[in-house]
């Protein structure tokens, strides 16, 4: 983070009263910031010495901001944490990140029983607790691990160096047409590496504000972002969708550039509903904290685009579809996916040192996608090379029945997961997000035949629910979806 304080310091000779961040406590002004951020060093460099791995938890308030700066004072590396992390979370983070020091609040640090020794009071009350740094350069040049939401296992700790954050955050800034100056809301938890290049690190490069929304309320972030002019921000589908729906009024986003969409499942039909009642413009992206947003659609394309494809790399960054042999396929088939590029991360946190990703002889890195390139250079996401139900030993693709439900005009938001079978191992269940509380699985089926999807993979089981669930930093969440789905079934008439 050193470029980053450098880039602050530079902004702060000439306009030291200018507003960085604004959260639940209010607006805060750059040199107070700064003040927080030399304070909060000098506390790190006597506990722990110089280059310290910092562990913070992660909220959405000026207390990040602090940390980062605090951190790129001293050249050290910042990890992130959700406080929603329990003690067996945090006690996994720690085998891997192995942090120097830990600052969280009170009754969080106790709840995580944190290890190391009590170094005193910092940010207003919160708890450091640090112990001597390790000598050297152990993330190789990494300054930011974030962790990855876990919802397939064990959270990873994703290393990026502060290169790989200007580069993804220029290239947004630049796809979007954003300017110094301009305020960018953080809607996503600041806990993985992907929402802190985005929602922290890019504002505060561009010379602009950064607006923290701590705890979600869609129509409280509409609100919010209309209130203080956003221009941009970047959030999952689920949050996209659900600030459509619960905008207390159409055209409150009319002052944003563009929305970014990443993440999850999108169907454009919903989005261009909720794009149009919000009055701004949604712009797909496909991206992972291991590469950072690396293909974005943009704000001239035609809503067919933005909406139903996943954009274009961008400049620098390679992405391509291979076949189960590694070989390269030609536009239009779709493959496995693989990137290579500047905003390639340095590797994992694995036992205090980063272990190198597993590359291609070539230098590409699998995402676990499938993809398919169209002449013009587009991407669209196929979905996952594990998405899949295996119903009497066919393999059904999940992205593909979720397109087809989605295409149902009464249909918000759709999951697909397997749920057991004694005979045919995993059948089809649907879990609907939808105003029509008759909509059943006849009416479904009939649509899916209207579509021409093959009998076969036709749900067999139909639930309404509120709301699809989500993991901690707003994704869908398919194991829960898969369990919430189970239990339906087993307590649904036969």
Request: hydrophobic letters at 45%; glycine letters at 12%; proline letters at 6%.
């Amino acid at each position: 983070m050193r470029q980053l304080v450098l880039d602050l310091d530079r902004r702060a000779a000439a306009a030291p009263d200018d507003v960085v961040a604004i959260d639940a406590d209010g607006p805060h002004r750059l040199a107070a910031i700064l003040e927080q951020g030399a304070v909060l060093a000098a506390a790190l460099r006597e506990a722990t010495g110089p280059r310290p791995t910092l562990l913070v938890q992660a909220d959405n308030s000026w207390r990040t901001v602090v940390a980062a700066v605090a951190v790129g004072r001293l050249a050290g590396t910042l990890a992130l944490i959700s406080r929603h992390a329990t003690r067996q979370e945090f006690a996994a983070a720690c085998e891997d990140i192995d942090p120097d020091a830990v600052v969280a609040a009170p009754g969080i640090s106790r709840d995580w029983a944190v290890g190391l020794p009590a170094a005193g009071e910092v940010l207003d009350g919160w708890r450091l607790a640090a112990r001597p740094a390790r000598d050297g350069d152990r993330w190789r040049g990494g300054v930011v691990i974030g962790l990855t939401s876990g919802s397939t296992g064990r959270a990873k700790g994703v290393v990026q160096s502060e290169e790989s954050l200007r580069y993804a955050g220029q290239a947004t800034i630049d796809a979007v047409g954003l300017r110094p100056g301009d305020t960018v809301a953080a809607l996503v938890p600041l806990s993985s590496a992907a929402a802190v290049c985005f929602g922290l690190y890019l504002p505060l490069m561009l010379g602009g504000r950064v607006l923290l929304a701590d705890r979600w309320d869609p129509a409280a972030a509409v609100d919010l972002m209309a209130e203080h002019e956003a221009r941009w921000t970047m959030c999952v589908p689920t949050m996209a969708l659900q600030m459509g729906g619960a905008a207390r009024e159409p055209g409150l986003l009319t002052a944003m550039a563009a929305m970014t969409v990443g993440g999850g499942p999108m169907d454009a039909g919903a989005l261009g509903r909720a794009e149009q009642h919000l009055g701004t413009r949604f712009l797909r992206v496909f991206g992972m904290s291991e590469c950072l947003g690396h293909t974005t659609s943009l704000p001239g394309d035609t809503a067919e685009k933005r909406l139903g494809t996943d954009g274009v790399p961008f400049p620098g960054t390679e992405l391509r579809a291979v076949d189960e042999g590694g070989a390269p396929l030609p536009a239009g088939a779709a493959g496995r996916a693989q990137v290579r590029g500047p905003s390639l991360f340095e590797g994992y946190a694995r036992a205090g040192t980063v272990v190198p990703p597993e590359l291609t002889a070539d230098g590409f890195f699998p995402t676990g996608d499938l993809v398919e390139t169209a002449s013009d250079g587009t991407i669209s996401i196929k979905g996952r090379e594990k998405d899949i139900i295996i119903r009497g030993g066919r393999n059904i693709d999940i992205t593909e029945v979720e397109t087809a439900v989605a295409r149902h005009p009464q249909v918000d938001q759709v999951c697909v997961v397997p749920v057991p079978d004694e005979v045919l191992g995993e059948r089809i269940a649907v879990l609907l997000v939808t105003e029509r509380a008759d909509l059943d699985l006849a009416e479904l089926q009939r649509h899916l035949g209207e579509l021409g999807l093959m009998k076969g993979k036709w749900p067999e089981f139909v639930f309404r629910v509120e709301a699809l669930p989500q993991n901690r930093v707003g994704k869908l969440s398919r194991p829960d979806a898969s369990r919430l789905a189970r239990e339906l079934r087993d307590g649904a008439p036969a």
